[in-house]
């Protein structure tokens, strides 16, 4: 049984997935990491995908779709996952539905302001991926990973501009899934505004109300 998460980006999704995959224990994909993976080790995929990635638009859909067909191959998808990022148009969810079964898509909701707060004071590490916030999560020592001490910076895809394309990407082209979903009765909608250490609790119970392995 696998889960959606739909979202604008910087919503917090990354985030609740990792929760969750750890409470459920199954894996997290997230197509944006799996593109950045590709973009460090500099593949032919890569190379093509950081063009888009770093004007802030979405890479062709037969790139990401073959790299996630390759991911879902992988043993530790046999109980299921947790997909973010993916789809992000209407054409990447008829795909979805050839290769993979889904059982519901949660839609994480923020107000505007507190995306763009969220997103661009987003801080990344070069080496690891890990995700900080200049006020929500620092790093224990400034400009380091806590887990791996690599060099922390605030990815291109981060900064104002970009951030405002990538809402407005959304908008057009990955908004219109939330009445595809609806119209399937798969879309389970919840809005959080709170930084989720003041509520992870609340949210894993409500998470319990949907999520079933
Ligand atoms: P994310 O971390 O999910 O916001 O993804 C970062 C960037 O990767 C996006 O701005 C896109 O350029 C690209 N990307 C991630 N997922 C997809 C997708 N499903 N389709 C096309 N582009 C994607």
């Known amino acids: 049984m696998s889960y959606v998460f739909l979202g604008a980006p910087g919503v917090g999704k990354g985030t609740y997935a ?4 750890k409470k459920y224990n ?13 973009v460090k080790k500099e593949s032919s995929v890569g190379l093509k995908a950081k063009a888009y990635m770093d004007k802030g638009e979405l890479v062709p859909d037969e790139v990401i779709t073959y790299i ?23 054409k990447q969810a008829e795909e979805l539905e050839k290769i993979a079964k889904i059982k519901k898509v ?15 004071q987003r801080i990344t590490c070069r080496n690891c991926g890990e995700i900080y916030h200049l006020v929500e999560k620092r ?21 104002e501009d970009i951030v405002k394309k990538r809402l ?3 908008r057009k082209e990955t ?24 509520i992870k609790d609340w949210f894993l119970k409500k998470m319990d ?4 392995f």
Do not use: W
Request: glycine share 6%.
């Open 18 to 21: 990792q929760l969750l995959s």
């Open 26 to 38: 199954v894996p997290h994909i997230s197509t944006g990491d799996l593109l950045r993976e590709e």
């Open 68 to 90: 996630l067909k390759k991911r879902f191959k992988k043993k530790d998808c046999k109980n299921g996952f947790f997909l973010d990022g993916f789809p992000r148009n209407i």
């Open 106 to 120: 949660i839609h994480f909701m923020a107000d505007d302001a507190v995306i763009i707060h969220r997103i661009t």
């Open 139 to 159: 790093p224990k020592v400034e400009g380091k990973c806590d887990l791996c001490s690599g060099e922390l910076h605030q990815r291109e895809d981060q900064k």
């Open 168 to 170: 407005d990407v959304y």
């Open 175 to 198: 908004a219109p899934l939330i009445d595809y979903y609806k119209g399937k009765g798969m879309l389970f909608e919840i809005t959080i505004n709170e930084p989720i250490a003041q």
């Open 209 to 212: 109300e949907v999520i079933i």
